[in-house]
T-cell receptor, first 113, second 115 residues
């Protein structure tokens, strides 16, 4: 069955520190992978997506993610976190041919000043 | 530049009452969907539609009804509200889903409390 796992429920980092949020997926075919961010009281906004090609993808707000097929992972990274990055982050996979997206349970990021 | 608009933003219901959450998009997206978000469970798909007159069930459809009479609108109906339906509901749309799943555009959410 298709699934997305975000093993970290909460992560706390200091402002200026680097960040890596983990995402592992289970999907039989080539996955369409997404990272979304949700600020408090808001809807989800796309940070970046991977369909094919270069396995390192750049997104908005200085985020990047690397697709590693051998590890079934699509981890999100940022070199230097800003206080405004505090939010909840969701990894998702689009299941081609099924009209469905599968979301992870989210990672809540707290940024210390 | 409205995107996906959901109403109402907040609603309190009593058990057994019915209501409709409205969703409208102005991007001419064929695909529209409803999710519920619960703590520790991420987003779960309730129903989706791939065009006017075409709807299908998602992961957690029980207790909810949908219809799609126009490309723009995709209302979600709670037939007889239960406390288990207390949640935050998100409507999302996309231009292309089946062959190459594209970006989902989300509304700001509707927070529903059932007493």
């Amino acid at each position: 069955a298709q699934s997305v796992t975000q093993p970290d429920i909460h992560i706390t980092v200091s402002e200026g520190a680097s960040l890596e949020l983990r995402c592992n997926y289970s999907y039989g075919a080539t996955p369409y992978l997404f990272w979304y961010v949700q600020s408090p009281g808001q809807g989800l906004q796309l940070l970046l997506k991977y369909f094919s090609g270069d396995t390192l993808v750049q997104g908005i707000k200085g985020f990047e993610a690397e697709f590693k097929r051998s590890q079934s992972s699509f981890n999100l990274r940022k070199p230097s976190v800003h206080w405004s990055d505090a939010a909840e982050y969701f990894c998702a996979v689009g299941a081609s041919g099924t009209y469905k997206y599968i979301f992870g349970t989210g990672t809540r990021l707290k940024v210390l000043a | 530049n409205a995107g996906v608009t959901q109403t109402p933003k907040f609603q309190v219901l009593k058990t057994g009452q019915s209501m409709t959450l409205q969703c409208a998009q102005d991007m001419n997206h064929e695909y529209m969907s409803w999710y519920r978000q619960d703590p520790g469970m991420g987003l779960r798909l309730i129903h989706y539609s791939v065009g006017a007159g075409i709807t299908d069930q998602g992961e957690v459809p029980n207790g909810y009804n949908v219809s799609r009479s126009t490309t723009e609108d995709f209302p979600l109906r709670l037939l007889s509200a239960a406390p288990s339906q207390t949640s935050v509901y998100f409507c999302a749309s996309s231009l292309q889903v089946q062959v190459n799943p594209g970006e989902l555009f989300f509304g700001e959410g509707s927070r529903l409390t059932v007493l």
